[in-house]
């Protein structure tokens, strides 16, 4: 038996009658997957996908950026960017085409560790935490405002799931509902406010919450969080590999600040230009 275990259709290769398929584009292959599959949800499903025929390559990279970003997010290990009109090959001529290329975040020379405050978290929408607050909202502090804390963007990836219990366990009576209309007190003045998308579902008080140690493959300019940085790939991680919820040996006032923010972004572009420059 399957178990808990979902089964996902990835590839057609073989009609019914026995016809083989492989030389059809990969676009028909996935109309005729489509067409015969009937999907069990969570038993078996389609492989989640998204195609781009923007004729733009600007818009082709930033909508694969995005759906790379997503991707990661969600705890997976990355993509496989598949040409709609390429047939299908396996072992080394399928790598000789460059038809199927895999995308990984690469944390090689990922950001020294950042320690953020979790201001909300989100309800999981997939399968592995459904219903779980596995998603957090982060921010660093205010220099000018102490007493104030600036969001940066989201980490959902890094911690075990005992990890995340443990974190509950010592929270689990100190949610707040999140009001887009009346944002925390607590959170610094932004005037564009937080797309639908990142609006978490729950907030915590400082006091209440705890620092994560994040770590990423870089920080972008951005005007989507008050902090005007966010980080991209963000995955929790403890510098000394101990659980990132720092409830115990690191106190939650002492959180990065938003000048340490900037300070951090510039450093770590300065060493990738220092070893662009050195190659």
């Known amino acids: ?16 009658d026995g016809g083989c398929m492989t030389e059809l584009p990969l676009s028909a292959r996935r109309a005729l997957l489509k067409a015969i599959v ?15 025929h923007s004729t733009s390559k600007d818009e082709r990279k930033t909508r694969l950026l995005e759906y ?3 991707c990661v997010a969600a705890g997976d290990e990355g993509l496989v960017v598949k040409d709609l009109n390429s047939t299908y090959f396996v072992g080394e001529r399928s790598r000789e085409q460059k038809k199927w290329i895999k995308m990984k975040p690469d944390y090689s020379d990922e950001v020294e560790s950042l320690d953020l405050l979790i201001l909300g978290a989100y309800y999981s929408e997939g399968t592995r935490r459904a219903g779980q607050l596995s998603h957090f909202l982060i921010g660093v502090r205010s220099d000018d405002s102490p007493e104030l804390w600036l969001h940066i963007g989201k980490v959902g990836s ?53 620092l994560v140690s994040v770590t990423c493959f870089e920080l972008c ?22 659980s990132p919820f720092r409830f115990d040996d690191k106190p939650w006032h002492e959180s990065l600040t938003a000048r340490g923010l900037t300070q951090a972004a510039l450093k770590h572009r300065q060493r990738g230009r220092a070893a662009a420059a050195g190659g």
């Open 221 to 242: 300019k951005t005007d989507q969080f008050a902090a005007g940085w966010t980080p991209r790939f963000p995955r929790a991680r403890h510098p000394e590999r101990l």
């Open 68 to 70: 790379f970003d997503k």
């Open 38 to 52: 009937t999907r069990v949800p969570k038993r078996f499903e389609l492989v989640r996908s998204e195609e781009v």
């Open 1 to 16: 038996g399957l178990g808990d275990a979902a089964r996902t259709a990835l590839n057609a290769h073989r009609r019914g």
């Open 158 to 210: 890094g911690f075990t799931d005992a990890e995340l219990a443990k974190f509950h366990e010592r929270v689990a009576d100190k949610w707040l509902e999140y009001d887009h209309a009346r944002p925390p007190a607590w959170w610094y003045p932004f005037a564009a406010g937080l797309r639908r998308d990142d609006r978490p579902h729950k907030v915590l008080r400082p006091e209440h919450s705890c």
